[in-house]
């Protein structure tokens, strides 16, 4: 397997693309370190896997300023991080308060930052972070101010931690998903008949993404494959982004 011997931490892995990824990362032979609040979903996470890697379990919150080191101590020496623990759900900027902006500043960014910074005198010579930021760090989206507004800020820190931390070996790249099937935004899919239209009608592949695919391009991103890939935001949206896609009447959707 192309990971093996690999040792990966990837918080936010009781479900969702957290999940996904743990999943694929120990199925290419990686050793796993999953991290999540919730005992339960790690758990199985843990179950699901089948591959050669195995998956310890560490129930943490990534916002608790002890959790990188705690993370550290169970997986010294770490080949791969994967920042995936988030939070989304968010609201414009008017009807957010101070104590939801903290939420996600702490969830999204905060935490992530110190994961990294606990991170990158650990990590080995060739080896990697892969932050997890979204479309909508990169372009807006209605009604989603401290979401974007900190997704936004984990790709500015993804290549200024490239600039810093490439010359000791470690490359860090960003993915930015669009809509993926995961329980943050299985309610609104399932009761937001804008959301839907507007997201997945805007797609041109017609469809949400899977939790999968994005794994996919983590595990790619870990990978000697990507050796010389650093400093990068990989967009995976079936092409929302890129080409403000609407269906016509003649082709019968």
């Known amino acids: 397997m192309r990971l093996a011997d690999k040792a990966a931490i990837v918080t936010g892995a009781g479900s969702g693309i957290g999940r996904a990824t743990t999943l694929r ?13 919730d005992g339960d979903g790690l758990a199985g996470t843990a179950r699901a896997g089948n591959g050669p890697g195995g998956i310890e379990m560490l129930v943490a919150d990534v ?7 705690a993370a550290l101590a169970a997986c010294p020496s770490p080949d791969i991080l994967v920042n995936n623990a988030g939070i989304g759900d ?31 005198g650990a990590i080995k010579d060739g080896g990697c972070i892969v ?22 800020a984990v790709i500015g820190l993804t290549r200024n931690m490239a600039a810093d931390y490439g010359p000791v070996g470690i490359r860090v790249n960003a993915i930015a998903p669009g809509v993926i099937e995961t ?17 997945v009608g805007g797609t041109p592949l017609g469809r949400t993404g ?22 990068h935001t990989l967009v995976i949206d079936g092409g929302f982004s ?6 016509r009447p003649e082709d019968g959707a």
């Open 183 to 199: 329980p943050l935004v299985a309610d609104r899919l399932a009761g937001n008949a804008w959301f839907v239209d507007t997201l």
């Open 131 to 152: 932050n997890i930021a979204s479309i909508f760090g990169i372009t807006g989206f209605r009604g989603s101010a401290p979401y974007s507004a900190t997704k936004a």
């Open 242 to 247: 890129a080409t403000h896609f609407r269906a």
């Open 63 to 69: 916002t608790d300023e002890e959790a990188p080191g």
């Open 210 to 231: 899977k939790p999968e695919e994005i794994a996919a391009a983590i595990a790619f991103l870990c990978s000697d494959d990507a050796a010389f890939i650093t400093g």
């Open 90 to 120: 968010a609201r414009a900027a008017h009807l957010t308060a101070d104590d939801d902006l903290d939420r996600y500043l702490d969830t999204n960014l905060r935490s992530l930052f110190r994961f990294s910074r606990e991170a990158v």
């Open 25 to 37: 990362l120990a199925g290419e032979g990686a050793e796993v370190l999953a991290i999540d609040w």
